[in-house]
């Protein structure tokens, strides 16, 4: 694989000389060229930038060094042009996975208020291009991302990782982020390696990779967490605290049938505030489920000591009925952390359709806790530890 970089700051890359991508460039699996967008400048000034049509603060790249770059370059159809700018495509895995198939990548890298917009229009009629970003923030210049990108592509190369393994089994090799790692000793400060990662049971210790794997996804990546495809449509995802004033809205309504189904207890979902709500939103694992504009179901759940208490799992009275609750309860049970044995919820003794569908999930009731309010559990299935 060849890679070409343009660039006003060429020293920016000398970490390409290091580590495995060095190695690989002795061994012949990588071609690397670093090029100073200056050469293709023709004043004495070497200047690469001008001021913007239409007014506005800073300098823009000008299109002249860089046509002429891609000219003697030979960059052709066949080459792939990387534009790194905070207005691209936001870069990923599979996108590294893509790239990492592509014979040439040749870097352009901005710098200033970014690169005359005829230089993108240029390249597409001459090669392939990408514009990626990655994330949303701003950096000085495209070099960073140049180096990170490259990083990302080309230890999927072949040949370029001593253990191939160790590709598979990373963050984002499967969507999810990678579980947490542990080496010698088996005890340090007071810390212990997990028992399972000792046990030399290999399926145990999969099934516990997958599990922390899962968790940390939920928790830091909820945007990667695969969600099942919900009946009648809509999207599933975690709460954020834009989803405050709905849910507000959607506790209130779903609560009043709860308190007619049980007369004379205290329901303390109709009894908080907006600001109670927004309090105890940050605390608690919440989903909710979106639907053409609307909020229309949510549950929350977080972990009492070994049990992972389930709560306020609602949905909109126009659409009960249709498995929503069902998938709700499904979902938020998959969001629990390893050290969760077992699920617990309340409801109250006169909702009497709520507890049948906890039963038909598995649930079994245990029997009054307060007056009209009643406690079910069930215990999680499979390797918690």
Not at 111 to 119: A, K, P, Q, S
Not at 196 to 201: E, F, I, R, W
Not at 250 to 274: F, K, R, T
Not at 340 to 363: D, I
């Amino acid at each position: 694989m060849r890679l070409d970089y343009l660039t006003i700051f060429p020293d920016y890359f000398g970490p390409l000389e290091l580590s495995l991508a060095g190695k690989a460039r002795d061994k012949g699996l990588l071609d690397l060229h670093v090029h100073d967008l200056r050469k293709w400048t023709h004043d004495r000034h070497r200047s690469v930038d001008d001021t913007p049509y239409g007014g506005g603060a800073g300098m823009v790249m000008r299109p002249e060094p860089w046509g002429e770059a891609f000219e003697a370059l030979g960059v052709g159809e066949h080459d792939t042009i990387v534009f790194t700018t905070p207005a691209g495509a936001r870069f990923d895995q599979r996108k590294a996975e893509e790239l990492s198939g592509r014979p040439r990548l040749v870097f352009a890298c901005g710098r200033y208020e970014g690169i005359d917009e005829r230089v993108v229009q240029r390249a597409r009629e001459i090669a392939q291009v990408e514009e990626l970003s990655l994330g949303d923030y701003v950096l000085n210049g495209g070099e960073v991302a140049a180096l990170a990108i490259t990083e990302a592509v080309v230890r999927l190369v072949p040949g370029f990782m001593g253990n191939a393994a160790s590709v598979v089994e990373e963050s984002h090799a499967d969507g999810l982020l990678e579980h947490p790692v542990y080496t010698k000793p088996a005890s340090w400060q007071g810390r212990d390696v997990p028992e399972v990662l000792l046990s030399g049971d290999h399926a145990a210790i999969a099934a516990w990779r997958r599990a922390e794997a899962v968790r940390r996804t939920a928790e830091r990546r909820p945007d990667l967490v695969p969600r099942p495809s919900l009946p009648g449509g809509g999207e599933l995802r975690a709460a954020v605290p834009a989803d405050a004033g709905e849910l507000y809205v959607l506790q209130l309504a779903c609560w009043v049938q709860e308190m007619h189904d049980n007369p004379g207890v205290a329901i303390p979902a109709l009894h908080e505030s907006y600001d109670d709500l927004r309090a105890w939103l940050p605390e608690w694992t919440v989903l909710v489920v979106r639907r053409e504009g609307r909020l229309v179901g949510a549950a929350r759940a977080r972990l009492e000591g070994d049990a992972w208490d389930i709560g306020r799992l609602m949905v909109a009275p126009d659409l009960q009925g249709q498995g929503l609750g069902r998938l709700l309860l499904t979902e938020i049970e998959r969001s629990a952390p390893p050290a969760a044995t077992t699920y617990s919820l309340f409801t109250g003794a006169g909702s009497l359709r709520n507890q049948r569908m906890y039963k038909r999930a598995g649930y079994r009731l245990r029997g009054e806790i307060e007056p009209g309010v009643v406690l079910l559990t069930k215990p999680r299935p499979g390797p918690t530890r």
